[in-house]
């Protein structure tokens, strides 16, 4: 599965040089979880990540090739939560690195159960509202969170951990960026993010490999390896 790798090196070389913190996983420190996303009242929240019309950008890339996703890490660009006193614009970026997972069927249904974490993980005090239309993801961070001392270190550790229940994951880095001019370009990335998963959910209907005539060219003539997919799924017709 390579066919974000193209998104993943750009985003990695776009944000080296605005990294203020790094953190190593550590499973013994995340943040307690509801089973069900909790409400905030407006009266009880702090500040909210991409509110007050902010920009906010959001995706996950999954890769078979090693060497693009390390370690199991937390990056931060930008102020971490205790040092914001307001709305900011607001990004989160997953990078999964995965075990070769097999055939694009097998791999487009890890992609699906790995998507699933997203809107599964529901931290005390931290309510994420996430809009899969528009790739944007909006976070109230609750004034008691604050008070007891809550970080995107143990946000990022949370996520990490419940990427890595799944056995195909192996390795985990998930960027969060707060007030950051390039939260505008990562949510055309995030755009690109969705029609390439989409381009392959219409691959694996098995839509006829008729280049020329299809919605999808835009798409397959950018991203290397879409075009062998159909023709490897054709193939095996
Ligand atoms: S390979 Fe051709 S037919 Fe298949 S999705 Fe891409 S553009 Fe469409």
């Excluded at 920009?55 to 914001?84: H, I, M, W, Y």
């Excluded at 029609?195 to 008729?210: K, M, V, W």
């Amino acid at each position: 599965m390579e066919l974000f790798d193209g998104i993943i090196r750009e985003t990695t070389e776009n944000t080296a040089a605005l990294i203020s913190k790094t953190w190593d996983f550590d499973a013994a420190d995340t943040w307690e979880c509801s089973e069900r996303s909790e409400l905030i009242m407006q009266r009880d929240q702090a500040f909210e990540l991409g509110g007050s019309g902010t920009s906010s950008a959001n995706f996950t890339c999954v890769t078979t090739t090693q060497d693009l996703v390390l370690k199991d890490e937390v990056v931060l660009c930008g102020r971490d939560l205790p040092e914001l006193s307001g709305d900011v614009s607001f990004a989160r970026i997953v990078f999964l690195g995965v075990k070769d997972i097999g055939d694009e069927d097998a791999a487009h249904a890890a992609i699906q159960q790995m998507e699933f974490v997203r809107y599964h993980v529901h931290p005390k005090g931290y309510m994420v509202r996430v809009s899969a239309e528009s790739n944007q993801e909006r976070v109230r961070v609750s004034k008691d969170a604050l008070s007891r001392g809550l970080s995107f270190r143990q946000i990022g550790n949370t996520y990490i951990k419940a990427y890595k229940e799944n056995e195909n994951v192996l390795a985990v880095r998930i960027i969060f960026l707060t007030d950051q001019d390039i939260i505008k370009e990562l949510n055309s990335k995030a755009n690109s993010v969705f029609d390439i998963t989409n381009a392959l959910s219409h691959i694996l209907d098995g839509i006829d490999l008729d280049c020329e005539h299809c919605d999808l060219k835009a798409v397959c003539d950018e991203v290397e390896g879409m075009r062998e997919m159909h023709l490897g799924k054709k193939g095996k017709k």
